[in-house]
């Protein structure tokens, strides 16, 4: 499984000075990459849609690696997301096939910084223009990185820079996307992002064997729930028992604050979870439609495997809308 992917949305290659400089360095300096030129793979825009799902359920971390055209993206990349992040791929009801992923952008910016604030002849900030696909993110569950972006990289000869020019600064954009891929994903922190945007894809299934769990709850855990504390795996099966009594499967756990830090061995993952859940009629609901929002406070470890283990999780309710079913 390679790592990471990327997608390369350039229109042609073969006319490029600083998207090809860059995936070849991705390629010569990342050990498991695959770089997916979408100019080669479809000069006629008919997109694979099953080989591009599959090579993004295969990675870790997509990025995205295009030239700016139009203060947004080439059309060719435009229509590979808009066939590939499909119903029940990228959205809807199981389409959590991206939740937890990381998605990076890498843009080269034709006009320079300057331009690109609201004084100057482009208005906005290249982040600001980049918020349909920061939105595209959130809502397939993807982790949003800060885009990696160089600015004056066209080349036009005798009109803009030279070629020495945009050819340094796509090396000097090659070394800093390496150095942002190599951190995030070596860093715990992020490893633990990932975690728990895959354990909530579970209990958004509330699936009857709860050996998933299991496996990432410390023998002795202790849960702190608005129902009680349980504690260990016979405390969580009371706890799962009552939960899935209570909120009928294909629920959503919405994850609308995440953050991880280091706390001497252990690390503390702080959440906001929105649960948008219907219940059962027999339940203290007596079925009516729930989106409830709560703060989660959890101590986790990782082992030598890159484990991560919960040893203790506390959940307290923020509020509770209830909607009649
Ligand atoms: C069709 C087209 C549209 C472009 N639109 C923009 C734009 O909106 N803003 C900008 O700063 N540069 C724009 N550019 C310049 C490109 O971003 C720049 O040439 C490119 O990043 C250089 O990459 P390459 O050497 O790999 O082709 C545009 C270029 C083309 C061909």
Redesign the pocket.
């Known amino acids: 499984m390679s790592r990471v992917v990327v997608i390369s949305g350039?229109p042609n290659?073969e006319?490029?000075?600083?998207?090809?400089l860059i995936l070849q360095r991705l390629e010569q300096g990342l050990a498991d990459v695959e770089v997916r030129r979408l100019d080669r793979l479809y000069p006629d825009y008919q997109i694979d849609v099953q080989a591009e799902q599959e090579a993004l359920k295969a990675a870790d971390l997509i990025i995205l690696q295009f030239?700016?055209?139009?203060?947004?993206m080439?059309a060719l990349l435009k229509k590979w997301l808009d066939d590939t992040f499909s119903y029940n791929f990228a959205y809807g009801a199981a389409g959590d096939k991206l939740k937890g992923k990381d998605l990076l952008l890498s843009?080269?910016?034709?006009?320079p910084k300057e331009?690109?604030s609201a004084l100057g002849y482009?208005h906005f900030r290249v982040d600001e223009l980049l918020k349909p696909l920061e939105q595209t993110a959130y809502l397939a569950g993807l982790n949003f990185r800060t885009p990696v972006v160089t600015?004056s990289?066209?080349?036009i000869p005798g009109v803009y820079n030279t070629q020495q020019a945009?050819e340094a600064r796509?090396e000097e954009h090659a070394v800093r996307l390496i150095s942002e891929v190599e951190q995030l994903l070596g860093a715990p922190e992020q490893h633990i992002q990932r975690f728990v945007t895959q354990w909530f894809a579970q209990f958004d299934r509330l699936p009857s064997d709860a050996s998933y769990f299991h496996g990432h709850l410390a023998e002795d855990v202790q849960l702190h729930m608005p129902e009680g504390v349980f504690t260990g795996h016979a405390g969580f099966n009371d706890w799962y028992a009552q939960a899935r009594a209570t909120f009928k499967p294909d629920c959503q756990h919405q994850i609308e604050q995440l953050e991880v830090s280091a706390a001497g061995e252990q690390f503390r993952v702080q959440l906001r979870i929105r649960l948008l859940a219907d219940t059962f009629a027999e339940s203290a609901f007596n079925g009516a439609a729930l989106s409830l929002l709560v703060n989660e406070t959890w101590q986790v470890t990782l082992d030598s495997a890159e484990q991560v283990r919960i040893h203790s999780y506390q959940v307290t309710p923020v509020n509770t809308e209830e909607h009649a079913a």
Do not use: E, Q, R
């Open positions: 350039h290659l006319t490029s000075y600083t998207n090809s030239p700016f055209y139009w203060y947004s080439p843009v080269t910016v034709g006009g331009a690109y482009n600015h990289m066209t080349y945009v796509a």
